[in-house]
């Protein structure tokens, strides 16, 4: 254990439950920080409660001056624009504290050490004014990318909406806005994450809530598929690899009949390559332990941490806000 990364892991999917595991973590923040999160188009309905991360940002005393940071959408749409993603903002409920909109004034660039495709990745031009980063994310599945954990949260979500997620998703020259996908869609994403994560280097934590796991990111809204996969609970590491490595093992350890589409849509979109090429770009270990905070933290495996999920019903509550 004393050479693994350490991922805590509670079962508890409420706002008690996500204050506990983000406590275990939130050791090396300092400064003005900022939360990343996917606060989702119009009337989201999978996305993390903003009542939740309320509720967190009143009780930590390092939140409660913290700003929720975004950028906007590569595609057209609710947050497109800085104009309209604010009012995307307020009906999802995001108005209990500062949201900045990162590329709201222009963008910087920040070197990516040792990537392939890119040497350095453009982020919306405030992210210089933070010193640490807490990374909030909605683990689910997604369209290109197979799955949205940590990696995908910051890879695309700190990169600017004009110039960074462009270098992301399109070939040179290419009329097709998507033509880049698969393993080299996974490698850019995650070099862009390394651009984050060297700028923020030991002040940066990782949260990934797996509730309401669709096979649809969050950015597809309403038009999401439907939920089939069942909700496992909260995940907190000092270790993105660690974190997205355990969400990703936690899925597979389920019941083929409960994991079936996640697993697909993971699979076909060569998603796995984001946790090996993060790997390779050395970002964190494979290497893990489960720590069962709601027992004594000991340790545990994907498989029993997983024994008890049932099949996902849907809150009869609305989830905003």
Known sequence: MANQSVVYFTRDLSPAGLQKAYERVNDTLTGKIGVKL???????????????????????????????????????????????????????GWTFCPVDIMDEDGTVTLPIAGGKWMKEMSHGSHMLDYQSLVVLTHFKGHAMGGFGGSNKNIGIG?????????????????????SIAQEELMERITESTKATIDFFGEHILYVNVMRNMS?????????????????VGILASHDILAIDKASVDLVYAMKEEYRHALVERIETRHGLRQLSYMKEMDMGSDDYVLIDIDNNDVPISTHDAVKDVVPFVPEKTSPVR
């Open 158 to 178: 700190c990169a600017d909406g004009r110039i960074g997620k462009k270098w992301i998703h399109t070939q040179a020259g290419s009329d097709d806005m998507w």
């Open 215 to 231: 096979v649809s990111c969050d950015c597809e809204g309403v038009a999401a598929q439907p939920v089939v996969t069942p909700n």
């Open 38 to 92: 996917h606060t989702g188009e119009p009337h989201g309905p999978n996305i993390i409660p903003a009542s939740w991360i309320k509720a967190l940002m009143a009780t930590e005393p390092e939140l409660q001056h913290a700003t929720i940071v975004e950028t906007n959408t590569y595609y057209e749409g609710d947050r497109y624009t800085t104009e309209a993603h604010r009012k995307t903002l307020e009906i999802n």
